[in-house]
Antibody
């Protein structure tokens, strides 16, 4: 069955960095566009980044552009999010999600990784 | 980018139907078929229930239906059940390979 498992969350100081990973199984990872989506505590969902099948095409929300970097390793069935210059308002649960056929919807989600930015 | 507009809460009794609206602009909801809806129970990941305005993924109850008129998309839940109590989010393609979500609607089954 399809599984997405995020890891790498934790507590980091403002201005610090963190790298999230998402391990995929149960499907051919290289056949799917992938995204990161976050949810601040008690708040709604916010899409933050997309990556194409080979990683050639990458897109970001304005809120993270220039600070976050999405990448993938198809040989390892893994998706990554490098987060730099973290701010308090980046505190959220970060989900990786699969987009079938780049149709701008997300059919499978991971369980989420909590990132807390606080001094 | 502003979030799509959803009512903060809706409620209904078991067996009734409710509709949740999702209002965007001609640059997002009004211009594309890529509108989707997600159900999220507390402490859980979101679950896709509607995509491309009105399509249901395999395994999703036909009590969930979607539609769109102009810049507003709608999710209707018919035959309300206790298990439908959750947060619901709409989502739309917004051009330039970006996506935006609505602010979310809390559905309470009375």
């Amino acid at each position: 069955q399809v599984q997405l498992v995020e890891s790498g969350g934790g507590l980091v100081k403002p201005g610090g960095s963190l790298r999230l990973s998402c391990s995929a199984s149960g499907f051919t990872f290289s056949d799917y566009y992938m995204s990161w989506i976050r949810q601040a505590p008690g708040k709604g969902l916010e899409w933050i980044s997309y990556i194409s099948l080979s990683g050639t095409n990458i897109y970001y929300a304005d809120s993270v552009k220039g600070r976050f970097t999405i990448s993938r390793d198809n040989a390892k069935n893994s998706l990554y999010l490098q987060m730099n210059s973290l701010r308090a308002d980046d505190t959220a649960v970060y989900y990786c999600a699969r987009d079938p056929e780049w149709n701008y919807h997300f059919d499978y989600w991971g369980q989420g990784a909590l990132v807390t930015v606080s001094s | 980018q502003s979030a799509l507009t959803q009512p903060a809460s809706v409620s209904g009794s078991p067996g009734q139907s409710i509709t949740i609206s999702c209002t965007g602009t001609s640059s997002d909801v009004g211009n594309y078929i890529f509108v989707s809806w997600y159900q999220q129970h507390p402490g859980k990941a979101p679950r896709l229930i509607i995509y491309q305005v009105h399509k249901r993924p395999s395994g999703v109850s036909n009590r969930f239906s979607g539609s769109k008129s102009g810049n507003t998309a709608s999710l209707t839940v018919s035959g309300l059940q206790a298990e439908d109590e959750a947060d619901y989010y709409c989502c739309s393609y917004a051009g330039s390979n970006t996506v935006m979500f609505g602010g979310g609607t809390k559905l309470t089954v009375l």
